[in-house]
Nanobody, 119 residues
Framework: QVQLEESGGGSVQAGDSLRLSCAAS????????LGWYRQAPEKEREFVAGIDWSGDRPVYAGAVAGRFTISRDNAKRAVYLQMDNLMTKDTAIYYC????????????WGQGIQVTVSS
């Protein structure tokens, strides 16, 4: 069983930056992908960014490309999301996701962390 714990959320003003962190614990697979999703009030959860084991091929949603940067530290079993030039539309609960490379359906999710951006 894999547990994920997010940290680094908070309330900021538009144009500010935040850095989210997510640490995995428990029995992780030999290789796994990590990602960030978010859910705004009254909206469905949506993909934000993902990164594979090598870290060479990050993927971003169009709404955050150029503003957010995903990275990982395999030694720490951690993934990060640097969020720059935050906008009010980025307000949401952000979730960390873990997915084994050879069995992505065996994924795990963090509890979520609130990010609030005010104008």
């Amino acid at each position: 069983q894999v547990q994920l714990e997010e940290s680094g959320g908070g309330s900021v003003q538009a144009g500010d930056s935040l850095r989210l962190s997510c640490a995995a614990s428990g029995r992780t697979a030999n290789t796994y992908d990590l990602g960030w999703y978010r859910q705004a009030p009254e909206k469905e959860r949506e993909f934000v960014a993902g990164i594979d084991w090598s870290g060479d091929r990050p993927v971003y949603a169009g709404a955050v490309a150029g503003r957010f940067t995903i990275s990982r530290d395999n030694a720490k079993r951690a993934v990060y999301l640097q969020m720059d030039n935050l906008m009010t539309k980025d307000t949401a609960i952000y979730y960390c996701q873990y997915a084994p490379s050879d069995a992505p359906s065996n994924d795990a999710w963090g509890q979520g962390i609130q990010v609030t951006v005010s104008s």
